[in-house]
């Protein structure tokens, strides 16, 4: 049975009533504290707690203690504040947020979702994760990388990982030593265009005391660091002409000298190499050596860029969040309509920038829904409807994962009530309308009239979805889209 008690601590009957029954209206069990003796005492038993509302606890000093207590007792209970009568709400650390007064359904739906994705993700937080970082994607193209992976990762052979930046070339270099005998040495990795070409053979192979200036002590260089394991030189294709020349020989004899010493010591270390660039271009204008290129080039392993895979979208925002989670650093969820504008999208940045994507939600929307509109500009984008196989995944759900501990009986999103003074049934024109005093919620405004309006076209078009979009002259996917989202189905009796 699915945890779904929502804690209420509040001095005002009254209020205590409304949340009541807004809590039953969203399939859950309200759990009321307003005697004040009793305020303490379950906070010792929070387990069965999906969430706790906060309000007016006979005075500021003793809410602050109050919430103090829930938050230090069991940090895996999403704790909201609910705003005083006079619309404040304390900023307390370690809330989840603040509910305004009066309430409405939608302000509470969307408390809950976001206290039972904040519960999902604690709760796995605490339990053991598998840092290793594999692969993630179902498409042709990846599943082919990881078969060559498979195929090579246990041998010897040296391994050249081609490439747009961003597409994840270095994941494969450690699939590879993960996987082969090698694995339980080390993993050294070398940026060759972010060392200068100087400096690069005392990177790679070391220095003696007073080998050059500067250099007063003798250092280990990437080479010996990685003595029985993988060598990973990543961007070689910005390595030095010279440079190239050293590390051929380090390839065909598998000796090298450190800088400043006669001594030849053995390099017992398997090499992978990966570059952006186009190394037979490279070839062609001098830039980077034939032989090397052969010798480096052994089993080729081309990673595809991540607009050539969009149904591995969705997959991949899934697994992001997950990592997010796992480090504490809050999480998300992605809705349809969200989903799919980012499967129109190319990114020229390929993962890198998917990844900076889901990051920068995350800080923006804290445990909360992203949808279309909540989206950076460039990544709105509406079009023709995807393919099927990339519509099929995102139908069925690939972040369901992260929303595990929803109620079995999950809320749907509901229309408020129909009256004379709704914008949809009133005679008058938007230029009559009055901004209320108290002022109003415009987001929620809006979406309450779009469901209204969806409804009533799909209503008129007797649930012929094609019809009803061209009566709100939308694309029929961005209509199946948004009746998903507000959970509207077609009438088909």
Known sequence: MSVNN????????DRCEMLSTLIEFINCQPVVISESDLWFEHVENLDDVVMAIVGDCGGQNQTKQLLRELVNHDSRVPVFVLESSSGEALDFPGTIGSIRYPIKYPQLSNALQQATIYRGMTAEASTPNNLFRSLVGNSRLIKNVQRMIDQVSDSEANVLILGESGTGKEVVARNLHHFSS???????????????????????????KGAFTGAITARKGRFEMAEGGTLFLDEIGDMPLPMQVKLLRVLQERTYEKVGSNKTQTANVRVIAATHRNLEEHIADGRFREDLFYRLNVFPIEMPALRDRPEDIPLLIHELIKRIEHENRGTIRLTPAAITSLCRYPWPGNVRELANVVERLVILYPYGTVDFDDLPEKYQLEGDELPEEITSIIAAGPQQEASRNLPETSPEIKPVPETSSDPVNSSSGPEDMVLPEEGIDLKEHLANLEYLLIKQAIDDAEGVVAHAANKLKMRRT?????MRKYGIQRDTE
């Open 6 to 13: 929502v804690l209420v601590v509040e001095s005002d009957i």
């Open 182 to 208: 090698r694995r339980d040495k080390p993993f050294v990795p070398v940026n060759c265009g972010a060392i200068p070409g100087e400096l690069l053979e005392s990177e790679l192979f070391g220095h003696e």
């Open 478 to 482: 961005t209509l199946v889209e948004k």
